[in-house]
């Protein structure tokens, strides 16, 4: 143990990586939840994407531990399975050719991992549309959350318009929002997951929430059979670049503020970037193989480096309790059923997201509007790849017209071409 993870070097032992690794996973598992409850909504069989979920978090973070050693836990992210929902709907195309754009996405990640283009990609494009893309992205979840839970419901006049607080969902999402609340507010570790237990005790006590058994033999894992061709005959090149795009900023962004927290930086570097990376890489194509949208670095991961957590002992604990979750599948199949007990994890999360806003230049209007129109158009127009296209276009364009298009590195204005006539020519359905 000790020479595997170089636990003296790192001023750590085994108590305290078990103990991380616990307040890691108990931190993001809410994920083995809400993860399949999104993606059954578009016809993708629950247990397989339960189990999905469930291989490509124990090969992310597994490769993690030993190949980079660090305190990192990797699972499917939130906000690309509600793109994947949103693109099987707008596009009227089945899973199976999502899925595909999923695996092509992950190929490309794992060859930008071995070439300079990713750092040179996520150098070129701007903090303004990083920043953009992520707040966009969280309040399009947190939309979701609204709208499953009726809190927000459909309304001729203004569109959208405040639910029926006499339905019994709504009623108990607004308790499990308010108890995770204030178990955030009281900064307790674990607090969205205790918030999801709360609020399905509540449910199972008011009649909402029912299963006969906790524990059963876990569902057979079963190759999806992904439809490639698809992706190519429906002109889904912008799914693509999305999945792709928002992986590397989350999984990079991620772990880099890992890696500050937990003073892994040498002079502005991270030592064992590469293998970090792959492993995100790796689970999102071996995921997707098996039906799970792409996998992203935890920002959950820092709770467990706050209670002592710094060699690939963590990460090791975190996907061995993933493992023995697969053991509780009609527990977690019939909480997935009841919006009220999911709901207030998107909602919640979407906070999170909206950090990057603080960090947006908003005095100056031609790096503070094309940020603006991504976090306006992803939420209204409920597609995550719109609201990039629209930033990559307008970006460069306010750039030339106020005499700093030099300042635009090529790649944006090739994507925003790019972007562009697909806009034109290849509409969204």
């Known amino acids: ?90 596009h009227d195309v089945s899973y199976q050719i999502v899925f595909g754009a999923v695996f092509l996405a992950g190929l490309l990640f794992i060859l930008l991992s071995f070439t300079a283009l990713r750092e040179t990609l996520i150098q070129a494009i701007p903090p303004s549309l990083k920043f953009g893309i992520t707040s966009g992205i969280g309040l399009f979840i947190a939309f979701l959350g609204l709208r499953q839970s009726g809190i927000v419901v459909a309304n001729e006049t203004n569109m959208v318009g405040f639910g029926d607080l006499h339905q019994p969902v709504t009623l108990l999402t607004l308790a499990g929002l308010f108890i995770s609340l204030i178990f955030m507010a009281w900064n307790v570790k674990g607090a969205l997951f205790i918030g999801m237990l709360a609020t399905g005790v509540i449910g199972y006590f008011t009649g909402q929430l029912e299963f006969t058994k906790a524990v059963s033999m876990p569902p057979v894992p079963v190759f999806f059979d992904l439809d490639i061709g698809g992706v190519f005959a429906n002109g889904l090149y912008t799914v693509v670049f999305a999945f792709l795009l928002v992986t590397i900023f989350d999984t990079t962004g991620t772990i880099i503020g890992v890696a500050e927290q937990a003073g892994f930086m040498k002079n502005g570097k991270l030592p064992r970037a590469k293998a970090a990376l792959l492993s995100d890489a790796t689970a999102t194509t071996v995921g997707s193989m098996f039906g799970t949208t792409p996998t992203t670095a935890y ?96 970006y460069p364009l306010l750039k030339l017209v106020t005499g700093k298009g030099k300042d635009v590195h090529w790649i944006i204005y090739l994507f925003g071409l790019i972007f562009l006539l697909q806009m034109i020519f290849f509409p969204a359905h």
């Open 1 to 90: 143990m000790q020479n595997l993870f170089k636990l003296k070097e790192n001023n750590t032992n085994v108590k305290t990586e078990i103990l991380a690794g616990i307040t890691t996973f108990l931190t993001m598992v809410y994920i083995v939840v809400v993860n399949p409850a999104i993606l059954s909504s578009t016809g993708v069989p629950f247990d397989q994407v339960f189990m999905a979920t469930v291989i490509s978090a124990v090969i992310g973070t597994v490769f993690m531990a030993l190949a980079a050693n660090y305190p990192i836990a990797i699972a499917p992210g939130m906000g690309m399975n509600a793109y994947f929902a949103t693109v099987v709907a707008s």
């Open 299 to 394: 920002v959950e991961s820092t709770s467990g480096v706050a209670a002592g957590g710094r060699t690939g002992l963590t990460s090791i604990v975190v996907a061995f309790l993933f493992l023995l979750s697969i053991f509780f599948t009609p527990v977690i199949g019939a909480i997935s059923d009841l919006p009220a007990i999911t709901a207030p994890v998107l909602i919640i999360v979407g906070c999170f997201m909206m950090e990057g806003l603080a960090r947006i230049d908003w005095k100056t209007f031609d790096e503070a509007f094309p940020a603006f129109a991504i976090i306006l158009t992803m939420p209204l127009t409920s597609s995550i790849s719109t609201g990039i296209s629209i930033g990559f276009i307008t």
